[in-house]
């Protein structure tokens, strides 16, 4: 192989990944057009994406199982980005988490086109199941993983159940999200939620944070 050639050869997976990405990105915009299209989950097969993302099925294969978690992952391209966990309290990661909650129901609710998608969402299994398992589960986890922490730093009382904890959070941001579509969702709403709570559950003897 001469000079050229070597040359050409090394260069190849330097320019791969970003030839990844670009498709990666045709194809969740491929199926964000189908959908401002009006075209029902239902009917948004493989080949359909494929054929308006001008990719082969293959290349969507490679990257996802199946449309579930494309579908899945387009969902998550248009929420707002999980947070990034301040780390310098228990308070701090908590109001953290529900903000996120709170700008997503702020962006479902400016958004016809998210608000249909999570709609249609709740009435396939597969896609609702497939969504849990890869975003509503990490997210719960992560939760568990501040209260948790929160009891071990002394922040939180010890003999409160996190399971029922970790609801009691992020309960009343998701009915105003939800089941409340006409309710408020003011700046600073996930402070007052968290504050509220926190009264209530810290160690007698801790110290206000």
């Known amino acids: 192989m001469n000079l050229a050639g070597r040359e050409a050869a090394s260069e190849g997976p330097a320019r791969g990944r970003p030839r990844s990405e670009a498709v990666e990105r045709a194809i969740v915009e491929g199926v964000m057009k189908l959908l401002e299209d009006g075209v029902p989950l239902a009917e948004l097969s493989i080949e359909r994406i494929a054929r308006t993302a001008g990719v082969g099925k293959a ?29 310098t309290s228990m308070r701090d990661d908590l109001v953290a988490v529900l903000e996120q909650l709170r700008e997503r129901g702020l962006m479902s609710r400016s958004s016809v086109l998210l608000h249909n998608v999570f ?22 986890r992560l939760q568990y993983e501040i209260l948790r922490r929160g009891q071990a730093t002394g922040e939180l009382r010890s003999d409160v159940d996190i399971d029922v904890l970790s609801d009691c959070f992020v309960g009343p941001m998701l009915l105003r999200t939800v089941m409340r579509p006409d309710a ?26």
Do not use: C, N
């Not at 709609?119 to 719960?140: E, L, N």
């Not at 600073?188 to 007698?204: F, H, M, Y």
């Open 59 to 87: 290349t969507i294969y490679r990257r996802w199982p199946g449309k579930e978690e494309l579908f899945v992952d387009v969902v998550r391209q248009a929420e707002p980005a999980d947070p990034a966990l301040p780390g």
């Open 119 to 140: 709609a249609q969402m709740k009435s396939s299994p597969k896609v609702w199941k497939a969504y849990h398992t890869s975003v509503v589960d990490p997210r719960r």
């Open 184 to 209: 408020e969702l003011p700046e600073g709403l996930s402070e007052q939620i968290v504050d509220t709570l926190l009264s209530g559950l810290r160690p007698v003897s801790s110290p206000s944070a």
